[in-house]
């Protein structure tokens, strides 16, 4: 049974480097992912901004257009001035050019808030467009990274899985079935190493007569009462893995 424990713990340990480079790379596929998200809302938000800025832009011409036709009112009415024969006509005149006045003053005004909207907005525009070229630039570096390390991934995966294959064949398959329905239900760790009366994969103690059982050696595994992970007890020469 020791021999047995000792080959669980190799395969553990294969298990857990493959399971951190698939850690690894979806936590790249998460942040990419969250990235991508991001990056799409500020590319909403850039073409809604741009959007407006073109209505204001569209508005401030078709004022400019009103004030010059008002401008052009006043100065032909100021001209036929000379020419009035009467105060009649001469009332008459003057209102058209007190109106177009107010007319010109009135889009004057409008068009120094848009004026003043639109430097708002183009403000704004220029802190979005700049968080998304972060956040494109961001992406392309999480995709060139993947690029990179997805060759050193795969490799681990291969020759881990390759090695698990031949240290699963000294095992017996009820042993190696009930290694991994464990691993299966417990985060990827099946085996767990016990010292000091403590199980250190859930770090709760453990009878002292299963500690006693475990120190002395069984020909049945032993689980955890509380996780319920295969226990071992580490020989002197043997490296301590992760629980």
């Not at 021999?3 to 790379?25: G, H, P, W």
């Not at 998460?30 to 800025?53: F, G, K, N, P």
């Not at 998304?132 to 690029?147: D, P, Q, Y």
């Amino acid at each position: 049974m020791l021999e047995t424990i000792r080959t669980l713990e190799r395969i553990q340990k294969l298990d857990i480097e493959i399971a951190a480079t698939e850690t690894e790379e979806g936590n790249y596929q998460r942040d990419s992912e969250a990235a991508s998200a991001e990056a799409a809302s500020l590319a909403t938000a850039r073409d809604a901004s741009v959007a407006e800025i073109d209505t204001i832009n569209a508005r401030i011409r078709e004022l400019d257009e009103e004030i010059r036709k008002c401008g052009e009112r006043v100065q032909k009415d100021e001209k036929r001035v000379g020419g009035i024969k009467n105060d009649k006509e001469l009332n008459a005149l003057n209102k058209e050019i007190i109106s177009a006045n107010k007319s010109r003053r009135q889009h004057e005004e409008e068009k120094n808030q848009l004026n003043a909207k639109l430097d708002g907005k183009k403000a704004a525009l220029a802190v979005t467009e700049a968080a998304l070229n972060e956040k494109n630039a961001l992406i392309a570096r999480l995709g060139a990274e993947v690029t990179e390390k997805r060759a050193s991934w795969e490799a681990v995966r291969a020759r881990n899985g390759a090695l698990k294959e031949t240290e699963k064949a000294s095992l017996s398959p009820q042993v190696y079935k009930k290694y991994e329905n464990i691993r299966a239900k417990r985060g990827g760790i099946g085996l767990a190493r016990v010292a000091n009366e403590t199980c250190h994969a859930c770090f709760m103690h453990i009878p002292p007569q299963v500690y006693i059982i475990l120190k002395r050696g069984v020909d049945e595994l032993m689980t955890c009462p509380h996780c319920h992970r295969i226990l071992y007890v580490e020989s002197e020469t043997s490296s301590q893995q992760p629980a």
